[in-house]
């Protein structure tokens, strides 16, 4: 398959994919509610001759190629949004109070659509077969691991797995690609809830209550020495409590008081350690202020590995397509390990996985911010680009024997 011909047969699907991309952009859904992106992707695929199958609660899968023995790989898109209220000034605004395309999943799937046109185009040439899988509720850690217990890795069994997202705001020209290198390249993620109680009462007479603020405030202080005093500078850890909520009235001290976050680690045994202070620390410090604390922890995912060979692979494929267009995430500077989260992380658990990247947009160009701002704004023009990543990587990976 030639690279550069794939490119130009993709640069002439832009005007659709762009058309795609706003539609979803209008109408965003999230977690498993994606009835309305569900059926688009369908009726797309349907339209271009595949016979796309249900995976778990809320996925589907589709198989290009299949026509020459070889191995399965996988390309994946997110299609789920986030519940955010949307701020950015442009003309496919989310039409859906509270919700919107903030972390470029809209984008994800309109390029795999994309990039599922092209394939079906050369199917004739794949050597082997590649497993479509458009997936839900990315952003709350679940879709993954459903579609994994949905067998999405199997019926044909799945060699090797890769992803895109999009990134805004990063000092490149739009449209360049980012390859991770191996190992570890994105954290664990698992949320927090910490709920304080105490004994609610008049704001007038505060020493027969027992305020849960003041102890859950206590709390969020002493956390912080977690990080500063007790993780080695090999031991990455992030921990932020985004929420905190007590009381509905400014005269009465309330019963609970309640903290949620997220902890984000490269390593499993710092995760744990993390969860083991902050629970012996939320007690010690409640009992101190005649409170109680309860910790729960849910929602995990796995950090995010690269595969080494396919990120060889990767840095390979797409230089064929783009030149210099293409890059070595390393080549930025900054930290191996990022402080997001992927839960495409359960994919990179079970089959050689890699997760590559592609900048939408600069500060330069006036894309500013960052993915889950509610004024974030994506550059489409690169949404060729990404199909034809998609594509060609896929097809160059059941045709390389090294």
Known sequence: MDAQQLLREAQHLQPELQKCRREIHRHPEVGFEL?????????????????????????????????????????????????????????????????????????????????????????????????????????????????????????????????IHVVPGLPLPSGTVLIPDGGTGMASCEQYKITVRGKGGHGAMPHVSVDPITAACHIHLALQEINSRELGPDEFGIFTTGMFNAGEASNIIPDTAVMRGTIRTADLKVNDKIKARIKEI?????????????????????????????????????????????????????PKVGGGSEDFAFVSCEVPTIGMFLSAGSPEDGYKYSQHHPKVVFDDSILYRGSAAYAYFAARYLQDKS
């Open 282 to 334: 939320c007690q010690a410090v409640a009992s101190a202020f005649r409170a109680e604390a309860e910790v729960e922890f849910f929602n995990f995912c796995p950090p995010m590995i690269a595969n080494s060979e396919m990120s060889e692979k990767a840095n390979r494929f797409m230089k064929e397509m783009f030149g210099e267009g293409a890059m070595p995430m390393s080549a930025l500077g900054g």
């Open 35 to 163: 009835e309305k992106t569900k059926a688009l992707v369908k009726e797309q695929l349907t339209e271009m001759g595949y016979e796309p199958k249900d995976c778990g609660k809320c996925g589907l899968t589709a198989l290009a190629g299949g026509k020459k023995d070889g191995k399965t790989i996988l390309i994946r898109a997110d299609m789920d949004a986030l519940p955010v209220k949307e701020e950015a000034d442009v003309e496919y605004k989310s039409e859906e109070q509270g919700k919107m395309h903030g972390c470029g999943h809209d984008m994800h799937t309109s390029m795999l659509l994309g990039a599922a046109k092209l394939l079906k185009e050369h199917e004739d040439e794949l050597e082997g077969t590649v497993k479509l899988m458009f997936q839900p509720a990315e952003e709350i850690f679940q879709g993954s691991d459903d579609m994994i217990k949905a067998g999405v890795l199997e019926n044909p069994h799945v060699d090797a797995a890769m992803m």
